[in-house]
């Protein structure tokens, strides 16, 4: 009774947060304005925002981290890749001079790895410096998958040339102005949208081959230094304090007692093992690293070390492998905080779902994990180690229909209501070919499409992390 009376008040609360907004959509001191349907439809699609007081205040000027932010949104992103998830920080930047800039550093960073912007020599972002039209158009084009190398030329005429031959400079052709405002940037980003979305269309990510399958090269662990006890941060970004590359080659070999800095690796490429970096939030670990600009490119690691504690996700397979004691063990195949990640089960473990019409049918699974190896596995209903792991749309295994999904709240042709988190995970299953879930957006959900949504956070709000549909 008290978890109802508490998802009733959470709704409540929503409801009345969003009905503030939707009332605030166009600040007042935009209306009326050549630029006023601009605004108004990014501030509709969640691109923009009007300041704490209401208003806009269209001709101040764009600072660096607030171009990322209107870029970045209007790529329309996972949430993982800039919020993070319930259960996993936004991916850091790296960059040493974004205190106080917490708000945009997952923009910023994502950003930065899609190759909208970039840092400067001195590892620095300077994000509160202004942003000149010129740099802004530049931005935008990048965005829609222009480059230096597509347009040629010399910058910045190659991006403002294609900018004049795509007609993305109307309502702004005629103002002279050397650094954008939020209104020149709105106006802009609007007249481009159409170009940015077809260019980021893709809704589900691909798979990525980054399980235990094995690599086709062995690591040259002499140019490697060794770490005797280093530790990952936890958004997986650097370890002992140094930046890991997004390409960064993860692999395991050997056992974490064997690890010392004169130690012997095999010649055999089948005695390495290919991973992926997402396994190690938090792991403290020796480990041998390649470092290349001042950035870990490669990382070896022993096969008996990796996150500890509860983990949630979808299920894609089950494979037999061994670990690294060369025992036989099951390999499970999952997409966890929209990552792809292949977990060992500890030997003989039962309980794992091996038929793909138990696992592709939305279920969520609750990890409960030692040393990156599953101890215990269970879906919301079943006998898990999580405060808080239940299916809010509705009993048992059903997929239930959308009726309407605005402000951060599903209605369900059933009648059930429920609030999305800004930050959910979502998986899509597809019916014509439901072979695989892969990472999605929450711009899927929409009227019409089937879900199953999960809360897994111990928030006091009763409201969905984990969203998978069915489309």
């Not at 990510?205 to 662990?221: K, V």
């Not at 993860?250 to 064997?258: C, M, N, Q």
């Not at 008996?304 to 894609?316: C, H, K, L, T």
């Not at 990890?367 to 599953?374: A, K, V």
Request: aromatic share 10%; hydrophobic share 35%; with cysteine.
């Amino acid at each position: 009774m008290k978890r109802q009376f508490k998802t009733l008040a959470a709704l409540t609360l929503v409801l009345a947060l969003s009905s503030t907004t939707a009332f605030a959509a166009v600040p007042a001191d935009v209306k009326g304005q050549p630029y006023e349907k601009a605004v108004t439809a990014l501030v509709e699609k969640g691109i923009i925002t009007g300041d704490a007081d209401g208003s806009f205040n269209p001709e101040a000027q764009l600072t660096r981290a607030q171009a990322c932010i209107i870029v970045v949104k209007s790529m329309n992103p996972p949430a993982a890749e800039v919020t993070g998830t319930a259960t996993q920080p936004a991916p850091k930047s790296g960059f040493s001079d974004l205190s106080g800039y917490g708000w945009a550093e997952g923009y910023i960073s994502y950003a930065v790895k899609s190759g909208v912007s970039k840092g400067y020599p001195d590892g620095t972002f300077k994000p509160g410096n202004k942003v000149t039209m010129d740099e802004f158009i530049t931005m935008v084009l990048r965005a829609a998958d222009y480059s230096d190398q597509t347009l040629g030329g010399t910058w910045p005429q190659n991006y403002t040339s294609k900018a004049d031959e795509l007609k993305l400079m109307e309502g702004i052709d005629s103002v002279a102005a050397h650094y954008a405002t939020k209104w020149m940037a709105a106006q802009f980003s609007y007249n481009a949208l159409d170009i940015i979305e077809k260019a980021n269309l893709q809704e589900e990510t691909p798979s990525q081959s980054t399980d235990n399958s094995g690599t086709n090269a062995i690591p040259d662990t002499s140019k490697m230094s060794y770490t005797a006890a280093g530790s990952f941060n936890d958004s997986m970004t650097a370890y002992n304090g140094r930046t890991i590359s997004n390409n960064v080659k993860i692999y395991t070999y050997g056992l974490k007692k064997d690890y010392k800095q004169d130690m012997t690796f095999s010649k055999k490429a089948s005695d390495y093992l290919e991973n992926t970096v997402y396994k190690y939030k938090n792991v403290s670990t020796p480990a041998f690293c390649q470092v290349e600009n001042n950035k870990i490119t490669t990382i070896v690691l022993p096969g008996d070390v990796g996150f500890s504690g509860r983990a949630y996700g979808v299920i894609n397979g089950t494979v037999k492998t061994v670990n690294a004691s060369g025992e036989a063990v099951t390999g499970v195949e999952t997409l966890t905080a929209t990552k792809e990640i292949t977990w060992l089960a500890k030997k003989n473990l039962s309980g794992i779902p091996t038929s793909s019409s138990s696992y592709l049918d939305g279920t969520v699974y609750e990890l409960y994990l030692s040393n990156g190896e599953i101890q215990n596995i269970a879906a919301a209903e079943g006998k898990h180690k999580g405060k808080v792991f239940e299916e809010l749309s509705g009993e048992g295994s059903d997929f239930v229909e959308v009726e309407s999904y605005a402000d951060g709240v599903v209605t369900t042709t059933g009648g059930k209501m429920f609030a999305v988190k800004d930050n959910a995970s979502v998986y899509v299953l597809n019916k014509a070919d439901a072979d695989e879930y892969k990472a999605g957006r929450a711009s899927s959900i929409k009227a019409g499409v089937e879900i199953r949504a999960y809360d897994i956070s111990d928030d006091k709000e009763n409201s969905a992390d984990i969203i998978v549909i069915m489309k």
